[in-house]
Structure formats: structure tokens, C-alpha cells
């Protein structure tokens, strides 16, 4: 069971073992990151290969809105320690009866993760000339 695997990050915790965090507040609960939230559960792995397949398992059920089913709250929604690690260990025993599926979204998800990051760069450069363009006409 994953349960002793993730916990609720404390801020200024600091982890010497392969992990991620996992934002456990708003609709967006579920989103790992590799970088913590200030509302965010931190997934502690045994291996690196460990924390990228859990962290891929959970970019994939975040994408596809699986966690939503599990929010609670009327004002600001969040997801319970014990449904997201129990959720998640269901989805790890599905995907282990069709690795081959699985790893093959992982490879995608791999590319678009570089794609995104390469839009990323080009949307901060546009950002950067238009910021250019407006301080030359300013200053000429």
C-alpha cells in the first residue's frame, strides 16, 4: 500500500530520497510537480525509477480528471490523504495488467512535457520582445 509513501509536506521539510509533490487543494488536486505547492503532499519513492513512474501515473490520472471524483469541500475543494493514496494504488494494479499501454503513454506524455517546455521558452522570448519593442519606442 502506498499510504506510508506519501505524506503532507510541511514547508521547509527537506528530502533526501527520490520524490515529488502532489497539489492537494482546488480543482487542480491531484497535479504533480516537482516542485512543492504551499497545499501539497509529497510522494516518497525508494528509487528514482519508483518516483517517475508514480509521478507519470499521477500527471496521467490528473489529466484525465480521474481525482475529481474524489474532492470534498464547498468552498475550496481538497482531496483526502487516504482516498488519493488509496486511488492511487488502484490505478497502479490496473496499470500493471496493461504495461504495455502504460508505458506507451508514458513516452508520449515524456514528449509533451519537452514540446510544452520548448512553448514555454518561445511564449517568454515573444513576452521578452515585446517588452523590447515598447522600451525602444520610449527611448529613442
Known amino acids: 500500500m502506498l499510504k506510508n509513501k506519501i505524506k503532507t509536506h510541511k514547508i521547509g521539510n527537506k ?19 516537482p516542485d512543492w505547492y504551499s497545499n501539497s503532499f509529497v510522494f516518497l519513492a525508494d528509487s528514482d525509477d519508483e518516483c ?9 490520472l490528473w489529466q484525465g480528471k480521474y481525482f475529481h471524483q474524489l474532492l470534498i469541500g464547498s468552498v475550496i475543494e481538497f482531496i483526502r490523504i487516504d482516498e488519493f493514496a488509496m486511488a492511487l494504488h488502484h490505478a497502479n494494479i490496473t496499470i500493471s495488467q496493461n504495461r504495455a499501454d502504460y508505458e506507451e503513454m508514458v513516452g508520449y506524455f515524456k514528449q509533451l512535457d ?14 521578452q520582445v515585446r517588452q523590447s519593442m515598447v522600451y525602444k519606442m520610449l527611448h529613442k
Open 15 to 33: 528530502y533526501n530520497q527520490p520524490h515529488f509533490f502532489i497539489l492537494n487543494r482546488g480543482r487542480n488536486s491531484g497535479k504533480p510537480s
Open 52 to 60: 517517475w513512474h508514480y509521478y507519470y501515473l499521477c500527471q496521467a
Open 114 to 127: 519537452e514540446h510544452q517546455a520548448k512553448l514555454n521558452k518561445q511564449i517568454k522570448l515573444i513576452h
